[in-house]
């Protein structure tokens, strides 16, 4: 039976494909179905209606014509029509209002802070609003029912489906995409005015960047960016709570899929600024050999655990196993064997072998660090010949203590005595062929020989003394910056004075706590030397000719190291000068 005929005016490319698509809607419907969170985020900002319309709204609706229904991703979170817009303001909304209790610009004065504070509001809020613009350009295609491909390097979506004249377009998923967050720099300028770029840079230097490496994905390890700490703060806890109340609907979801980010960053924030992750040293995390980067597992793990907390990211595994199994999943690392995740190394002198995970690139962790470690000309695996040696080879021979003599009986010196006396003096063992030749005394000289020299005492480990009402963030600082006193990696730059220690400002921001939290912090606590005028806790001393700006902790705070250096270093020196030894323990 032949097939119908096709009703008058009806194109073949109706039925070309099943997917419903989604509806080329005109922006004020789009936006009307979030009129609950547009309310929300005009509550937060703080402003009458015709500033929140001045500032913000062209903000969101250039967002919306962008992105128009598009989802966030394929099957995971907010994968449903609109989606990314939701996703978009929700970390717009929960960014804004992060700032409410943050200082951005803590070091300028209170006339500056008063006219760039409404600025880094304004860019926090264009953070969240953009931190997945990205997906746009790398993970989708949008095409029409003909087949004409949405060129979004051009422009937004909704006026390009406007100026088609088509009613509805339809979604494809790249496959194997990889997240380019660089990619969002290129979609920003649809949907940021330049007008309002050249309003934030004004008269600041700090404002565009920062809000340009949060979109990005452009780490800054040497400066603290508290507009992307807020963003990536936000961002997680939206997905989070989408994943949860995606659970109950749709079933289980991906967990995890979307922290990559934040775990890659860490171990990059880690890399550079931690004394325990320098490349190829005695006790390090970090171990570069001719079969790649490998990282102790699962001490690696304890530390990003440890440094993700601090951040209160929300929704970060607390098992390192989960923590293998989510880098494992996105390529970051890469398996032994199909049956085994971890490596086995033996790195150059250490006693036995330890389990690592190895980077799939070592470019992953060390990409950017000065200078870039070298990698070790031994081989970090040991091979299968040294493994069974070491498992064949026959234990160390304990040694037993010698057996005690037996007493000799010496006779009485009364002649016809009866009674025996036991002898005092061990009888001298018994000569063998391997035995060295006894040695003579000379006429001068005793019989008696050196008793052996005693092994010296372990040194105290550096411990610091703090009060428990220390803001957590700066004690792991302190302490970190301890350790690298303790075994010299960075005793340089930190110096002991007659009161205490000079510890730069430096040391706290490489740390990721802002100086003036650190300071602030450590002078609630008492733990730092007062001018006795009551001037300001910040001091400053000249360091290899060049003057930095740091902070005297008390030496009483401190365990472990011999106070005798300090009252050397207030003897021999000027009031407030400056010892140039460094702050480690006498030998």
Not at 136 to 150: K, M, N, P
Not at 172 to 191: C, I, K, M, Q
Not at 444 to 467: D, H, I, M, Y
Not at 537 to 566: C, K, N
């Amino acid at each position: 039976m032949a097939p119908s005929p096709s009703p008058p005016g009806t194109a073949a490319h109706s039925f070309s494909s099943s997917d419903p698509g989604f509806e080329a809607l005109p922006l004020v419907p789009v936006l009307a179905l979030h009129q609950g969170l547009l309310a929300r985020i005009k509550l937060c900002f703080g402003a009458d209606r015709a500033t929140f319309e001045r500032d913000l709204l062209p903000l969101i609706q250039g967002y919306a014509r962008f992105v128009h229904l598009l989802p966030a991703t394929a099957g995971n979170y907010f994968h449903t029509p609109g989606g990314l817009l939701q996703l978009g303001l929700e970390t717009a909304f929960f960014s804004l209002q992060g700032t409410d209790a943050h200082i951005f610009s803590g070091r300028s004065t209170i006339s500056e802070r008063r006219e760039l504070e409404p600025r880094w509001r304004i860019a926090t809020f264009i953070g969240g609003l953009c931190c997945e613009l990205h997906r746009v350009l790398s993970h989708l295609i949008v095409t029409t029912a003909d087949g004409e491909e949405w060129p979004a390097f051009l422009g937004g979506l909704a006026p390009w489906l406007e100026s088609r004249g088509v009613d509805r377009y339809f979604v494809r998923w790249r496959a194997n995409a990889r997240e380019s967050r660089g990619l969002g720099l290129f979609a920003l300028p649809h949907v940021v005015p330049a007008t309002v770029l050249q309003m934030l840079g004004s008269s600041n230097a700090v404002i565009v960047p920062q809000l340009m490496a949060s979109i990005g994905g452009i780490p800054q390890y040497r400066e603290h960016n508290v507009l992307d700490e807020l963003v990536r703060r936000s961002l997680a806890l939206v997905i989070d709570r989408n994943l949860l109340a995606s659970a109950d609907r749709y079933g289980k979801p991906q967990y995890g899929s979307h922290l990559e980010r934040y775990l890659v960053d860490a171990l990059r924030r880690l890399a550079a600024g931690h004394s325990a992750w320098t490349a190829n040293r005695d006790k390090s995390r970090v171990w570069l050999g001719p079969e790649g980067l490998f990282l102790v597992w699962p001490g690696a793990a304890e530390d990003v655990l440890a440094l993700l907390e601090n951040d209160q990211l929300v929704g970060i595994p607390k098992s390192p196993q989960t923590l293998l199994e989510l880098l494992l999943e996105a390529g970051v690392f890469v398996a032994a064997e199909a049956a085994r995740q971890t490596w086995t190394i033996q790195p150059p002198g250490a006693k036995a072998p330890m389990e690592a995970v190895k980077l799939t690139s070592s470019a992953i962790l060390l990409a950017g660090l000065e200078p870039p470690p070298s990698a070790l000309e031994a081989n970090l695996i040991p091979t299968p010949s040294d493994s069974k040696a070491q498992h064949n080879a026959p234990p160390a021979a304990k040694a037993l203590p010698a057996a005690p003599a037996a007493p000799t009986v010496a006779p009485s010196s009364a002649s016809g005595g009866s009674a025996m006396q036991l002898s005092l003096i061990d009888p001298p063992a018994e000569s063998t062929a391997h035995d060295s030749p006894p040695t003579i005394a000379g006429p001068n000289e005793t019989g008696t020989s050196t008793a052996p020299a005693q092994p010296l005492a372990p040194r105290p480990s550096v411990k610091l003394l703090a009060p428990l009402r220390l803001n957590p963030a700066v004690r792991t600082a302190l302490v970190d910056i301890l350790a690298a006193l303790d075994d010299g990696t960075e005793a340089p730059d930190i110096i002991t004075e007659a009161e205490g220690f000079f510890i730069p400002l430096t040391q706290f921001e490489h740390r990721g706590v802002q100086p003036g939290i650190a300071i602030r912090a450590l002078d609630d606590a008492r733990m730092i030397l007062r001018p006795p005028s009551g001037g300001p806790s910040a001091v400053t001393r000249q360091i290899r000719d060049t003057t930095v700006h740091g902070i005297v902790l008390m030496s009483t705070h401190v365990e472990g190291l011999d106070p005798h250096a300090f009252a050397l270093s207030g003897a021999s020196e000027a009031p407030g000068a400056s010892a140039l030894r460094t702050g480690r323990r006498s030998q």
